[in-house]
């Protein structure tokens, strides 16, 4: 089996790297070579037909984080971020979670939710008549997706809730929609566009919006890992990072900071296989604060033999089909380098370079503080190192 424990990986030329990564993923000539252009993957054409006014392209740093084991199966992980030190502290991270046994991580349902909101109506004499045409809204729903259908996947079911605004009430109906290895934000919308019609003629209400939800809750994902106390620094140090989680948990100015630094690994991993980054983030704050309070979205704690134990739990929608990763070379060759066969295992590896980031972050924290490690690279640059 590919072992990801590469030693002293920064101290390699890039031919060396690429080398290491070619072996680890299969990786082909053409696609090696991809890499090395180092344009950011994309010419002005393609940037063109994918956003209006394009007048060129930018790119961003592209690293590896070695040393990962999730679910006992090494992986190599590409990061996109503009931030020293990351990607080296979610290897050191990673390094210290293989002493026992790595990262566990679980992704087990990929259900996108859509919404559509209906105003003036009545909306106790409408559920029902919504919730009794469930199949009609279903069939519908599915008939937009032949690519869902087969796969026996698409629109599962119909739900609807009310809610009091200032402006009277209103019905939500949400369609719950198995959408498999897609992110499946288009097949959500185009969903809920088509049955909004046959939705205002049950309930005799008005449609407004139709759209997916992105607080994706139906897709979780959670990784845990254990860190061996003597590896982290000894039990002052496991204690000390538990104090540090109890800051971010009650103190939201805290709680922001310390789920960035979360985000700097999962968010690394989005930006490298071509993820939309804006809904992964916007899911994981409201998370955050689901309790009514905005709170750290990892938890750790000591367990009986004195070492520090993580977790990390988060709505997380990706895909591994359709999207950017059909448009963008690079995006395709970092899912290649995962070697991941489904997004739930993509899911898995986002959650896992999340908590390592965060445990790396906050051992520097009650340590040597953070600057000495973010210090290192510039030092390097300007020949002091
Ligand atoms: C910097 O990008 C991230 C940190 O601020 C996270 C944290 O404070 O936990 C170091």
């Not at 984080?65 to 020293?84: G, Q």
């Not at 990929?110 to 106790?124: A, E, F, K, L, R």
């Not at 991993?269 to 994981?284: F, H, K, L, M, P």
């Not at 033999?305 to 359709?322: A, K, T």
Request: charged share 20%.
């Amino acid at each position: 089996m590919a072992d990801s424990s590469i030693s002293k990986f920064f101290e390699k030329s890039l031919k060396e790297r690429l080398d290491l990564v070619a072996d680890f993923s299969g990786l082909s000539q053409d696609e090696l070579k991809i890499i090395e252009d180092a344009t950011g993957g994309i010419s002005y054409d393609k940037a063109d037909s994918m956003i209006e006014n394009a007048i060129g392209t930018f790119s961003l740093p592209l690293g590896i984080a070695t040393n990962f084991r999730i679910n006992d199966k090494d992986y190599l992980i590409p990061m996109v971020i503009e931030e020293s030190s990351v990607i080296a502290a979610a290897s050191k991270a990673a390094k210290i979670a293989r002493i026992h046994g790595g990262f566990k991580a679980k992704s087990e349902q990929s259900y996108s939710i859509g919404q559509i909101q209906i105003v003036n109506v009545d909306v106790q004499s409408a559920i029902p008549k919504v919730i009794g045409a469930s199949t009609e809204i279903l069939n519908l729903a599915n008939s937009k997706s032949n690519t869902l259908s087969k796969l026996g996947k698409g629109a599962k079911e119909v739900s609807c809730k009310e809610i009091q605004t200032d402006s009277g009430h209103m019905l939500i109906v949400e369609l719950v929609i198995d959408v498999g290895d897609a992110m499946g934000a288009n097949v959500t919308n185009t969903m809920c566009e088509a049955v909004a019609p046959m939705i205002e003629e049950l309930t005799g209400g008005k449609s407004l919006l139709r759209i997916l939800s992105n607080y994706s809750t139906k897709r979780m994902a959670s990784a845990s890992a254990v860190f061996d106390k003597d590896a982290v620094g000894g039990e002052n140090v496991v204690d000390d990072i538990i104090l540090a989680f109890q800051f971010a948990e009650n103190d939201p100015y805290r709680a922001v900071t310390h789920n960035k630094g979360v985000m700097n690994g999962t968010i690394a991993v989005a930006n490298a296989t071509g993820q939309d980054s804006r809904a992964i983030e916007a899911a994981a704050h409201a998370y955050a604060a689901k309790s009514g309070a905005y709170r750290s979205l990892t938890k750790w704690a000591k367990d009986a033999n004195g070492n520090l134990i993580g977790d990390f739990e988060l709505p997380l929608s990706v895909g591994i089909v359709g999207g950017i990763i059909q448009h963008h070379p690079i995006a395709k060759i970092c899912t290649k380098i995962l070697g991941v066969s489904t997004a739930n295992e993509l899911s898995c590896i986002m959650a896992a370079a999340g908590l390592a980031q965060n445990f790396a972050a906050m051992r520097a924290l009650v340590t040597e503080g953070i600057q000495k490690g973010h210090m290192k690279l510039h030092a390097r640059k300007e020949g002091k190192n």
